[in-house]
């Protein structure tokens, strides 16, 4: 059981625009920064996303990222057949003292 | 740019303590950065292990926390994982990383190594 629940799968088509919610609590989400990372299974994960919509140098600006009170979320714009890879949030959680992440969203381009 | 490499054994026996080294090249550890251990096992998503800072302040997963011990040799520029009393469910695979602090904690991790893949059996 995963304390910030993620969609297990989306889809969307090539150029389109998809959107990935990461559900918390006053805990975690609520109350601390949120990044999220993308990845490809054998790859090292890679940071998209950091203090809750903030981009890495390099990471292109169709990804982007907001909080609302206890979820976050990440919109993917204009979708690349390459993109089709596993999506991550992450945040502090302060009940927990320990780093915790979504169960992963499937990000399928149709 | 930084890079970290995960190594250690591929292979353990159960009850036994697992061993992995995160080498890191283009940046000193003792200069600062959190640095931290995640583990994927097959087929389920991430979980944080835990994060040492360069000075060695640690804060480990708390359903971990029992088994777990990481540390950090700056002379080798190198950080370390240890997990005691492994089982079959401990199988992954484990990534270091950078792990960029937020008021004093891990906040997120900014640089990840290729990963390494452990197996528990016998």
């Known amino acids: 059981q995963t304390v910030l629940t993620q969609p297990p799968s989306v889809s969307a088509a090539p150029g389109q625009k998809v959107t990935i919610s990461c559900f918390g609590s006053?805990?975690?989400?609520?109350?601390?920064?949120v990044s999220w990372y993308q990845h490809f299974p054998g790859t090292a994960p890679k940071l998209l996303i950091y203090d809750n919509d903030k981009r890495p140098s390099g990471i292109p600006d169709r990804f982007s990222g907001s909080k609302s009170g206890t979820s976050a979320t990440l919109v993917i714009t204009g979708l690349q057949t390459g993109e089709e890879a596993d999506y991550y949030c992450g945040t502090w959680d302060s009940s927990l003292s320990a780093l915790v992440f979504g169960g992963g969203t499937k990000l399928t381009v149709l | 740019q930084v890079q970290l490499q995960e190594s250690g054994p591929g292979l353990v026996k159960p009850s036994e303590t697992l061993s992995l080294t995160c080498t890191v090249s283009g940046y000193s550890i003792s200069s600062g950065y959190y640095w931290g251990w995640i583990r994927q096992p097959p087929g389920k998503g991430l979980e944080w292990i835990g994060s040492?800072?360069?000075?060695?302040?640690?804060y480990y997963n708390p359903s971990l926390k029992s088994r777990v011990t990481m540390s950090v040799d700056t002379s080798k520029n190198q950080f370390s994982l240890e997990l005691t009393s492994v089982t079959a469910a401990d199988t992954a695979v484990f990534y270091c990383?950078?792990?960029?602090?937020?008021?004093?904690?891990?906040?997120?991790?900014?640089?990840w190594g290729k990963g390494a893949t452990v197996i528990v059996s016998s």
């Open positions: 040492i800072f360069h000075s060695g302040t640690t």
């Open positions: 006053s805990s975690n989400i609520g109350n601390n920064y």
């Open positions: 990383a950078r792990v960029v602090g937020w008021q004093h904690l891990p906040d997120y991790m900014a640089v």
